[in-house]
């Protein structure tokens, strides 16, 4: 195997365990609600103005898998939609009441699991963390432009 490889290798089984650790703790105090459903809370929650196209754009889906999401945040009273003064047209969300309860305990959670693993992140050096990031950073805009050659707009149905 080669080091392409590993990385690949590795990081999905890192990410893979992740999810399998905080899997158990997430269900239990976020009872009723899909994964899908809390990370359009936290997206709309920490972006201001949130819409469906934005909504559809930062999880690559479709604005009609999104509409069928925020309608169903609607109705379990976890985000309003508003529309502002001068435009009319356009639809946003913001949180309820309720929808800030659901942030703040996937706040919550995500701290702790913070927390459980910075014995780990204390020992990485900071020129560690810039060529990490810089790595990321690069694989991004490759995929990015990768799924541009494609010519497909994600958002569409």
């Known amino acids: ?16 365990k992740l999810v399998w650790l905080n899997k158990d703790k997430m269900e239990e105090n976020l009872k009723g609600y899909k994964p899908s459903e809390v990370h359009c809370i936290e997206y ?27 309608k169903k945040l609607v109705k379990k009273g976890l985000i309003e939609s ?26 919550g959670l995500h701290k702790e699991f913070q927390e459980r693993d910075k014995a780990v992140f204390e020992q990485v050096t900071d020129e560690q963390f810039d060529n990490m990031l810089s790595f990321v950073e690069k694989y991004n805009r490759h995929l ?10 994600i958002t569409s149905e």
């Open 1 to 16: 195997m080669n080091k392409e490889e590993q990385f690949i290798t590795g990081f999905r089984d890192l990410y893979n």
């Open 44 to 70: 709309i929650e920490k972006n201001a103005d949130s819409n469906v196209t934005k909504l559809a754009e930062f999880f690559y889906m479709t604005r009609g898998a999104i509409s069928k999401l925020t």
């Open 82 to 107: 508003y529309q502002k003064p001068d435009n009319k047209k356009e639809i946003y969300f913001r949180l309820t009441e309720q929808g800030k309860v659901i942030y703040n305990i996937h706040e």
């Open 144 to 153: 990015d432009a990768e799924i541009k050659k494609l010519d497909i707009d």
